[in-house]
T-cell receptor
Framework: GENVEQHPSTLSVQEGDSAVIKCTYS??????FPWYKQELGKGPQLIID?????GEKKDQRIAVTLNKTAKHFSLHITETQPEDSAVYFC??????????FGTGTSLTVIP | DSGVTQTPKHLITATGQRVTLRCSPR?????VYWYQQSLDQGLQFLIQ???????AKGNILERFSAQQFPDLHSELNLSSLELGDSALYFC??????????????FGPGTRLTVL
């Protein structure tokens, strides 16, 4: 089956700096890669996603890049704000209709 | 508020017991997904239903079962509970059956504690 690895597990940045979270996947049949933000006591919330036929996608301060050859994708958050502090999960969805999640990154933005 | 409701919010029970978790999807959503989140296993996909039919199955144990009713609400049944089943159980919903054409909206979760 699919194996999704996520790094780093914790990340602290100063407010205004950028944060980058990286994920790798093993199944070349995976074709959809969402990113979720989970705040304390809440369910995950989709913040951005990318499909396998696209290399990059941007939504305001958030961007995702996908390298299909290397089987890795990354989340980039620019101009970080304290409200960006949360746990972020990457996921891979494959043609077997399965979702596989990374282990999460706890992001802390220091004011 | 995502529009997805889950009950109960918390559930404490004993090993060997059976519990039922309930999920009401957002209005108009036909797909329901169940996930388990634990410290050991992280976030895991359990099962998906679309318009009453099972569509995809993930790491769901045989002791667990789910169904989606004609009014589109869903229930996750967990039986012969073990300590290791203690976790947060999330339900999510979306309009269509194919996740990568649609956004999933997660509910607030049910925290299950097995003593």
């Amino acid at each position: 089956g699919e194996n999704v690895e996520q790094h780093p597990s914790t990340l602290s940045v100063q407010e205004g700096d950028s944060a980058v979270i990286k994920c790798t996947y093993s199944d070349s049949a995976s074709n959809y890669f969402p990113w979720y933000k989970q705040e304390l006591g809440k369910g995950p919330q989709l913040i951005i996603d990318i499909r396998s036929n696209v290399g990059e996608k941007k939504d305001q301060r958030i961007a995702v890049t996908l390298n299909k050859t290397a089987k890795h994708f990354s989340l980039h958050i620019t101009e970080t704000q304290p409200e960006d502090s949360a746990v972020y999960f990457c996921a891979a969805y494959n043609t077997g209709n399965q979702f596989y999640f990374g282990t999460g990154t706890s992001l802390t933005v220091i004011p | 508020d995502s529009g997805v409701t889950q009950t109960p919010k918390h559930l404490i029970t004993a090993t060997g017991q059976r519990v039922t978790l309930r999920c009401s999807p957002r209005s108009g959503d036909l797909s329901v997904y169940w996930y388990q989140q634990s410290l050991d296993q992280g976030l895991q996909f359990l099962i998906q239903y679309y318009n009453g039919e099972e569509r995809a199955k993930g790491n769901i144990l045989e002791r667990f079962s789910a169904q989606q009713f004609p009014d589109l609400h869903s229930e996750l049944n967990l039986s012969s509970l073990e300590l290791g089943d203690s976790a947060l159980y999330f339900c999510a919903s979306s309009r269509r059956q194919n996740p990568h054409t649609d956004t999933q909206y997660f509910g607030p979760g049910t925290r299950l504690t097995v003593l």
